[in-house]
C-alpha cells in the first residue's frame, strides 16, 4: 500500500518538473500560437499537464489525502504492534555502539550470528561501514546494558575474538548511552521537534495573518513530517538523535516552498492567480531540486551513520514536500481564493 | 565597448556598500580562521606538572587560546621536526641526566632528561632512629610551663630501596602543528566525551562551581584543552529541566575521566565535628614533592593475611581558621597513654565521600594548639608488594587532587561515555569534503542548466563559498568545535543559502519580465520571501538548545548563525551583484 504512495510521489516529481520548465517556452509559444490557426485538438503534453493541473486541482488533491491516510495508518500500526511510533537505535534506547576502522572484508553475517548467539537477550546489528562502495570499517551496535562495564568489556572482546584482531584503546570508536539517558533524550527530543513546529506555526500565522492560508502552510509541514516518518519506519531506519534533529531541518525547509506560493499567490498582483502558482512552482521546484541533488549525492559517498540518517530523512521529506506543497497547498490556497472571490463577488 | 561596461559594472559592484561589508566580513573571517596549511612541526597540547619539560619552563597553553597561537616544536637537538613520527623518533632514545636542546616557536628551551625511580620495599627490616620535638609539660621550679624536648626513639620498618626505571619522559603531550584556528571536535579528534548527570538539581553557581573544579582536577592530572560545558533540558513546566555536564577531552582516554564524577567530598573530623574539609578555604597548601610526600618512611609496607598494606603521607598546610576550630576541639580532650606514646582520648578521622579512609592518633603535644602543618596519611593495599605500592600512590594523588580542589558540589553520575578513534575523525574529514565539493558541483550544475547564465552563476558560486567560510571565520572566534552537527548545520545554512539565492535570482528576474517595478522593489519583494523562512527555520532550531543534553547545541548554533550572516551579509550582497550584472 504504502509503496503505491512512494510511486504516485515519483510520479508527481516528474510531472511537476516538466512544469518547471515552463515560463519560458509559455512566452515563445504565445505568439506562434496566435499566429497560427487554433490548433484545439492535439495539444502538447506539457500543455495537458497544464491544463490537468490548472482545472483539476481539486481532483488532484485526493492524491495528498490518500498519501497523508496512508501514512496515518502505517503510523497507527507501528504503535499497536511495538507501542511506539518509530523504531529507536541505541541512542535513545541505551546500548553501545562500536566503530571499528577496517579495510580487510569482513565476514559481517557471521560476526553478527556468532555475537547474536552469544547475546541472546540483546538486539544486535552489524554491518560494514561503506564509502562509495569500498568498505572502511565495521559498525555493530547492541543494546546491551550500558551501566554495566564488564557486560561492554564481555562483548568487546567477543568481537575482537570473531574478527581475530586486537582491539586497543584508541583504534576503535565506542559509544556508550545509558538507557535512562536514551529515554530522557527521546522525550526532551520530541518536545523540542513539537515546540519547533508551534514555533514555526506562530510566525507562518503572524506573517500572512489569514488563517486558512497560514493553516495550509501549517498542513503541508505536518503532512511532510507525518510522511516521512510513516516511511523511514518502512524503510526499517532505526532513528537516533540525529534523526530527530533531521525533522526539525525538516520543518524549515518545507516551509521554505510553501512561504514562497503563499507569499506570491495572496501578496503579488501581476498576472492570474494560476500564472503566479506556475511561477512559484518554477522558483519552488528549482529550490527543491538542488536540495534533493546535494543530499542525494551525501547519501552516496557518505561513510558517517549521522549523516547518512539526516539525509536521508531530507531526501525522503522533500520528495513528500513537492506533493504536499504543489498540489496540497496550492490546492486549499485556490480553493480559499475561490469562495473569497465568490462571497465578494469579485475576480481576481 | 563590451570591456568599457564589464569595468564600470565590477568598479560599481566594488563600490556598493553591502558588497564592502560583505568583503570586510570576509576579510575577518579569513583573519580569525587564519589558514596556513603547510603549518609544519608539532604542537603543544599540555605538559605535564613536575616532568623535565615543565621544569625547563615550557608552559601548558592557556586555556582556550587559538589553535594558531600554540606552542609548536620547530627542532630537538637541532634535528628539524615536521610531523609526529619525527617527534617521536627524537625522544625515543633518550638517556639519565642527557640534556635536550627543544626549539620552539616561541624560544629555546634547555630540558634534563630525568631518571624515572620507583621505591620498592624489601622484606628486610631495618631499626630506624627517628627523632621528634615534641612540647611537653614540665614541673619546673613548682610551675608547669611547656618545654620544646627532643625525644629519639627506635623503629623496626621496612628497608626500601629506589630503583631506576630508565628515563623518564619529557612530559609533553603533541599533536599535529594545527593548519589554521578551526577546532576540530571530538568526533573528528578523536578522544573521550563523557556525559555526567547531578544527582540533585543545581544552582547556576553550583554548576560553575562544579565546572570550576572538575577542570582543576583535569588540570591535575595533566589534561588540558578540555570542554565542559553544562546543558539542560526542556525547563519546567515543558520539560523536566534534567541537567548535564558534557566533559570532552581530546586526545584523552576512559581512564582519565572515571576520576572525575568522584565527589570527592574529603573531611576530617574529631568525634562529630568537622576540623577542616577539602578545597582552598581550609586547606592553603599540599604538598606533592618528593620530600614530604610519599610512602611513608616511618611505616612502610606490612604484610598480614596474604595481603600487603603500604602507607603513604603527606604535608599539608591549614588556613588558621581550620587550625583554630582544630585547637577548640582538641582543648577538650584527655590524654591517654598507650605504651610510651602519648595521645588525645579521640583520634582524627579522615572521610572521603562519607566513607573513613584513615584514622590518626593526635600527639598529646598538640591539644590545644592552633597548630598549621599537619600530615595526612592513609594506605593502599595490593597482592603483592609492589602493587600495594602502586594502589598507595594512587589513592595519595586521588586525596591531593581532593584536597586541593574541594569536592564536587553534589554526586555525578556517569550516564554516557564515548570514546572516539582519531583513524575515524581523519577519514570523515576527507570524506565530508569530498562530498561538499561534489555537492557543490551538482548544485551548480542544475543553477547552470536553469538560467544558463553566467552573471547568475558566477555571484551564486562566490556567495555561497563565501557564506561558509563567514561562518567557519566565526565558528574560530567563538572557540567553537567543529563536529559532525556542527558540518550538518553549515550544511543547512549554505542549502537556505542556495534556496534564497534562488528565491532573489527568481523574483528580480520576474520582475524585469513585468516590466513593472525598479531593482529596489523587486529586492524587497524577495527579501519579503526570505525574511519569512528565515523566521521559520530559525525558531524551528531553537528548541535544539535543549535536546539531547546540548550534544545538539552545536548544530542549532551553526545553522542559526549561519542563516542570520546570510540574512543580514550575503545575501543583500548577492541581491546588489545580480542587480548590477543584469541590469542592462
Known sequence: ?348 | MALVETKRKIKKIFTSFRIILFIIFLLFAFVAVHPSPWNKGVAIRSIEPNSSAYLAGIKSPEKGSAPMSREIIKSINKVNIENLADYYSSISDLRVNKSIQLKTNKGLYRLTVKEKTKEITLNETIEKIITEIIQANETINGTNVLVNKTISSKIIVNKTEIISLGAEDIGIDVYPAPTSNLRKGLDLEGGVRILLQPEEKLSKADVDLLKESMEERLNIYGLSDIVIRSAEGLPPPLGKGEQYILVEIPGGNEKDVRSLKEQGKFEAKIGNDTVFAGGKKDITYVCRSADCSGIDPLYGCSAASGQYLCRFRFSITLSKEAAQRQADLTKVLDIVTEGEQRYLSEKLILFLDNKGVDELNIGSELKGKAETDIQISGAGMGLTQQEAVTNSLKNMKKLQTILITGSLPVKLEIVKIDTISPALGEEFIKNAIFIGLLAFIAVIAIIFIRYRKIQILIPMLVISSSEIFILLGFAALINWNLDIAAIAGIIIAVGTGVNDQIVITDETLRGEAAGVFNWKERIKRAFAIIATSYATITVAMLPLFFAGAGLLKGFALTTIIGLLIGILITRPAFGIMIEILSKE
Open chain 1, 1 to 348: 500500500m504504502e509503496e503505491n504512495s512512494i510511486g504516485q510521489e515519483q510520479n508527481n516529481g516528474e510531472e511537476t518538473k516538466e512544469i518547471e520548465d515552463k515560463p519560458k517556452p509559455i512566452k515563445i509559444e504565445e505568439p506562434i500560437k496566435k499566429l497560427e490557426p487554433k490548433p484545439k485538438k492535439p495539444l502538447n503534453i506539457k500543455e495537458s499537464i497544464r491544463n490537468f493541473y490548472d482545472k483539476q486541482y481539486k481532483k488532484l488533491m485526493i492524491i495528498p489525502l490518500i498519501m497523508l491516510l496512508l501514512a496515518i495508518i502505517s503510523i497507527s500500526y507501528q504503535v499497536a504492534t511495538t507501542g511506539d511510533f518509530i523504531q529507536r537505535d541505541v541512542t535513545l534506547k541505551g546500548g553501545v555502539t562500536i566503530t571499528i576502522p577496517s579495510e580487510k572484508p569482513v565476514d559481517i553475517a557471521g560476526l553478527q550470528s556468532q555475537l547474536s548467539s552469544r547475546f541472546k537477550e540483546n538486539d544486535i546489528s552489524a554491518r560494514t561501514l561503506k564509502r562509495a562502495g569500498t568498505d572502511v570499517g565495521i559498525i555493530i551496535t547492541a543494546d546491551i546494558d550500558a551501566e554495566n562495564k564488564e557486560n561492554i568489556d564481555l562483548f568487546l572482546s567477543a568481537i575482537a575474538e570473531k574478527l581475530s584482531i586486537k582491539l586497543e584503546e584508541g583504534s576503535y570508536s565506542i559509544e556508550v548511552m545509558g538507557s535512562a539517558l536514551g529515554a530522557d533524550f527521546f522525550k526532551n527530543s520530541l518536545n523540542a521537534l513539537l515546540f519547533s513546529f508551534l514555533f514555526m506555526a506562530i510566525v507562518v500565522f503572524a506573517v500572512f495573518r489569514v488563517p486558512i492560508p497560514s493553516l495550509a502552510v501549517i498542513l503541508a509541514a505536518f503532512s511532510d513530517i507525518v510522511v516521512t516518518v510513516a516511511v523511514v519506519n518502512l524503510l526499517g531506519i532505526k532513528l537516533g538523535t540525529a534523526g530527530i534533529a533531521a525533522f526539525l531541518m525538516l520543518i524549515g525547509y518545507s516551509v521554505d516552498t510553501d512561504i514562497l506560493l503563499t507569499t506570491r499567490v495572496l501578496k503579488r498582483k501581476e498576472g492570474t492567480e494560476f500564472e503566479r502558482i506556475l511561477s512559484s512552482v518554477s522558483t519552488g521546484m528549482t529550490m527543491t531540486l538542488t536540495a534533493i541533488t546535494a543530499v542525494a549525492v551525501a547519501i552516496i559517498f557518505t561513510q558517517n551513520d549521522t549523516i547518512r540518517q539526516i539525509m536521508t530523512i531530507l531526501l525522503i521529506g522533500l520528495l513528500a514536500d513537492i506533493i504536499n506543497t504543489w498540489i496540497q497547498n496550492v490546492g486549499i490556497l485556490r480553493f480559499y481564493l475561490e469562495r473569497k472571490s465568490r462571497q465578494t463577488g469579485k475576480w481576481h
